[in-house]
């Protein structure tokens, strides 16, 4: 799992992959949902995002499940080396906090 592209100390892109023989069991997610903690309670950062391919349904599902909305369809958009099809997903700071039912202000 990577958390890049850090701009500002605001914004980060998060990415993960996994091998074949470990998918399935909700091990991503469960990581993933640590990695969401863990920027949001412990740095400054307010807003995570990830771009994911429109047919790896399970990578949108695992962001999907650790609080990710998908915010957008980008079409014939540049993907690491290849132009395809894919889906953009956030987070920001009040989103995480609006689902464990607090504010900011209530967390510290």
Same mark, same amino acid.
């Given at each position: 799992?990577? !958390?890049?592209? /850090? ?7 998060? *990415? ?9 069991? &909700? ?26 391919? !429109?047919?790896? /349904? ?7 499940? *650790? ?9 014939? &958009? ?31």
């Amino acid at each position: 799992m990577w !958390v890049y592209l /850090i701009e500002n100390d605001r914004m980060a892109k998060v *990415a993960f992959r996994l091998s074949p023989i470990y998918q399935g069991n &909700g091990l991503m997610a469960e990581a993933l949902t640590e990695v969401v903690i863990f920027c949001f309670e412990k740095t400054e950062l307010q807003r995570l995002w990830a771009d994911v391919h !429109v047919l790896n /349904i399970a990578s949108y599902k695992t962001l999907e499940k *650790a609080g990710f909305k998908c915010e957008g369809h980008i079409r014939d &958009g540049k993907m690491v080396n290849t132009y395809c099809d894919y889906y953009l997903y956030g987070m920001t700071r009040t989103d995480y906090y609006e689902t464990k039912g607090m504010t900011q202000l209530q967390n510290g």
